[in-house]
């Protein structure tokens, strides 16, 4: 599938995507892409986000390719059985385990766990490094398996914000034009 064909909604995470950060450079070089706005950044709250996100998937009128990264791939686990048939993929790096109660207490976000176990019903790729500090690469591997998609180890890449390297993210954008290449319009 091409980029063109397809509507890019862009899923951020706690505290959005700063201007550096690497879904913000995609959204400004894609002309298909836009994000999904949150009322409230920094008090991620799971029925809220996820409804923002099937009402701008619903509202989209091409095949979505979802990108989301950090607490906004829970969300799209959330929200996917609702998202199904309009959906051609989803594009899932540095997800957040909010099952960890040190995650919890940190950052207040809550309504996240437990994290969904079944499949997405929708072709994906979880991203996941080594050495992200809100999640074990064993458990995103685990949802994956879960979610019946695929898993990428992407080595010690941090939580894949501006501070751990991934402003621009070149290789991150050479991946997700790989991902959509495989991708074919859901069935309606």
């Known amino acids: 599938m091409k980029i063109k064909d397809s509507e ?18 995609w959204a400004d070089k894609m002309s298909t892409a836009r994000r999904v706005e949150q009322d409230d950044w920094d008090r991620p709250e799971r029925d809220a986000w996820t409804a923002r996100l099937i009402e701008e998937v619903q509202r989209a009128e091409k095949p979505v390719i979802l990108v989301a990264h950090s607490v ?19 594009f899932l790096v540095g997800a957040s385990d909010w099952e960890r109660p040190e995650l ?14 079944k499949p997405l019903g929708f072709p994906a790729l979880v991203l996941a490094s080594s050495n992200d500090p809100t999640c074990d690469l064993d458990k995103a591997e685990g949802w994956a398996r879960d ?10 890449a941090g939580h894949f914000e ?23 319009p859901p069935a309606a």
């Open 72 to 90: 906004g791939v829970l969300t799209v686990a959330h929200a996917a059985p609702d998202m199904v048939g309009k959906v051609a993929g989803a």
């Open 8 to 25: 890019i909604l862009i899923v951020p995470g706690l505290g959005n995507a700063s201007p550096f950060h690497w879904q913000s450079r």
């Open 147 to 156: 979610w019946d998609v695929r898993f990428g180890n992407a080595g010690e």
């Open 104 to 117: 919890k207490e940190k950052f207040g976000v809550h309504g996240f766990d437990p994290v969904p176990r």
């Open 162 to 184: 501006a501070e751990s390297g991934h402003g621009p993210w070149p290789e991150g954008l050479m991946a997700f034009a790989k991902f959509t290449q495989s991708l074919q």
